[in-house]
């Protein structure tokens, strides 16, 4: 659970903007990881991420391209994800960089299993993390295809809580705008991979997630006073 969320804000919208590069570490101090939180990222490192983000609306009216989930590993906690380089556990302060806006802020949310699904499903958690490790190194899918050892960051985490029952669901994947047309960017990728695109197919993805009913979210970026 993250605390002192009003001490939060304030030490950040006063100190000066060069201390802004501690906020990463000041966050992570007041941060309470347990296993299985989820955290969601709004990641403007690529053309291609700010494309997902546009198809894939997640809760609060905001946009994610990517999720990893926190296991203990080494004895402290850290991400385990799907990202460019496969399946790999990385620490927290790294995942976290990834989305720093121009303040020092990573773009997150995070989110945990509500308590009353879980008390539900007491193993939920602990079977997804061992399964997640028999997947370590596997690489990222590129094609955004179920079934084929590689994973994407969404259906890495739904294939993981989904082996015993439905936690998360599949629904057809789309590569179009608002105006029912395909980006140009999706074109361009599916073209290099000499692939169709594989709209309607079933998927996943981070916004998707976002609005499973069985979570609960613990903290956004843009309001941390509003959650704990």
Known sequence: MLKNFILLVFIFFT?????????IDFFLKNYDPKEGDFIFQDLDSSPLCDAIE????????QSFSHVGM?????????VIEAFSEGVKIITIHEFL????????????????????????????????????????NLPYDESFLLNNDAFYCSEFLYEIFNSKNVFFELTPM??????????????DYFNSLDMDIPENK?????????????LKFMYNYKYPTKFN
């Open 202 to 214: 079933p998927g996943i993805n981070p916004g998707k997630m976002t609005l499973n009913k069985n």
């Open 174 to 187: 789309t590569f179009k705008n608002s105006k029912g047309e395909f980006l140009e960017i999706w074109i």
């Open 54 to 61: 546009e198809v894939t609306p997640g809760i609060f009216n």
């Open 97 to 136: 960089k990834r989305s720093v806006d121009e303040f020092g802020v990573p773009k997150i949310i995070i989110a945990k299993i509500h308590p009353i699904f879980q008390k539900e499903n007491p193993n939920l958690i602990s079977d997804a993390i061992k399964k997640s490790k028999t997947f370590l």
């Open 15 to 23: 100190i000066p903007l060069g201390a802004q590069e501690n906020y």
């Open 70 to 78: 926190v296991i203990k590993q080494d004895n402290r906690y850290q």
